[in-house]
């Protein structure tokens, strides 16, 4: 959830007029606001929702590219919510893009909001250019999907070290820790040269 | 021990609204976002005084109604933000962060201060520069306070 993405050119395209949004939001003033600037980007096609039951209905009901949800929601029926979308939602939203508004850089909600399982937190007061270079973060993520017992949702390391010293890798990819023995003898330093020279052809 | 855990890759369907060859540029999509919130910005203006009255009003009692003082507070920060009054906004996000480290508890004194700030802030009489001096205070403020009371993680 760090801005480690490349950056979005000014010449880039988009076209969001096929993709659905979820808005959730208790305030209906900023509510229209983030469904209006959506609009001016060609992303017409939402649902607005003011509480959690609504939410998970609408979740329910259809699938969605992008969801934006307030943190500041009473009781942190937002995160709740994202929660229940990684765990229990329905499968076809289950990995769907999800954005956090919240109120500035308190770091306890950055982190619930990534511990909840969003893929990328906006800090308010929201303007269009950022609101946009999110959008378009999200759709160049790709990272992998994480299911653990403890958590649900976009892999939270966005660069992969490796394992732990001393611990078996859990990611498909990771390597083995252990170094296999030479099955060749080493190669001489003229025929290591010989791969860096360059050398004169016939054609 | 280790838990078991499932790696995947998912299906990114934004992917295939971002980087597109036929579309909106960024430049005039965020140009197109940028009118919209001009345009509204009357409306937004309103709707923060209103929050800054009923502030105002709360923060004056001895026991307020905390969950709506947060919300209040959230709605000039995000809502006064977009509507340009970035002090303004910023002051209402003190605010929420003051009335979320205080919990249960509350401090009129406290809430009186924020009440006092929010209002001249939206009255925007005061110089800047005393304006900015009020907005460090308290942040320093909410330093203390964090120290006070440490929020529950």
Redesign the interface.
């Known amino acids: 959830m760090n801005a480690s993405q490349s950056p ?9 007029s ?2 659905r949004a979820l808005l959730f939001d ?2 209906q ?2 509510l ?2 983030l469904s ?2 959506l ?4 992303l017409r096609r939402q649902t607005k929702v003011e509480n959690l039951r609504d939410a998970k209905a609408s979740a329910g009901g259809a ?1 969605f ?2 969801v934006l949800v307030e943190a ?1 929601l ?1 009781k942190g029926v937002g995160f709740e919510f994202i929660r229940w979308l990684r765990r229990e939602g329905p499968e076809f939203n ?4 999800v954005l956090v ?1 919240t ?2 850089t ?1 770091l ?1 909600q950055v ?1 619930k909001a990534r511990d909840s399982g969003a893929n990328f937190v906006l800090a ?6 950022v ?3 999110r ?2 973060w ?5 990272r ?7 958590y649900c949702g976009p ?1 939270r390391r966005f660069k992969a070290f490796g394992p732990p010293v001393g ?2 890798g ?3 990819d990771d390597l083995n820790f252990k170094i296999g023995a030479a099955v060749e003898p080493n190669m001489s330093q003229n025929e290591i040269d010989m791969l860096m020279k360059p050398t004169r052809v016939k054609l | 021990m280790t838990s078991a855990a499932r790696f995947y890759t998912p299906t990114n369907r934004l992917a295939d609204s971002v980087d597109v060859r036929y579309g909106l540029s960024v430049d005039t999509a965020a140009e197109r976002g940028g009118q919209v919130v001009l345009n509204a910005g009357a409306d937004m203006r309103k709707s923060v005084k209103e929050w800054v009255a009923e502030v105002m009003r709360l923060s004056e009692q001895p026991d307020p109604d905390k969950a709506r003082l947060s919300w209040l507070a959230n709605g000039i920060l995000g809502v006064g933000g977009a509507a340009g009054m970035m002090r303004l906004s910023r002051c209402g996000g003190l605010f929420a962060h003051a009335v979320d480290l205080m919990g249960d508890r509350w401090r009129p004194e406290l809430g009186a201060l924020y009440g006092n700030a929010i209002g001249r802030l939206l009255d925007d009489t005061d110089p800047v520069s005393s304006q900015e001096g009020m907005l460090a205070s308290l942040e320093d403020m909410n330093r203390r306070l964090a120290v006070e009371t440490p929020a529950e993680s």
């Not at chain 1, 609009?39 to 060609?42: C, L, M, V």
């Not at chain 1, 992998?144 to 403890?150: I, R, S």
């Open positions: 979005v050119a000014a010449s880039a395209k988009v076209d969001l096929r993709a208790d305030n003033v900023h229209n606001l209006n600037v609009t001016s980007f060609d699938e590219d992008l500041a009473a289950r990995a769907t893009s508004v109120s500035g308190q306890d982190h308010k007061p929201i303007t269009p250019p609101l946009l270079q959008i378009i999200l759709g160049r993520d790709k992998l999907f994480v299911e653990a017992e403890g892999d611990t078996k859990r990611r498909h």
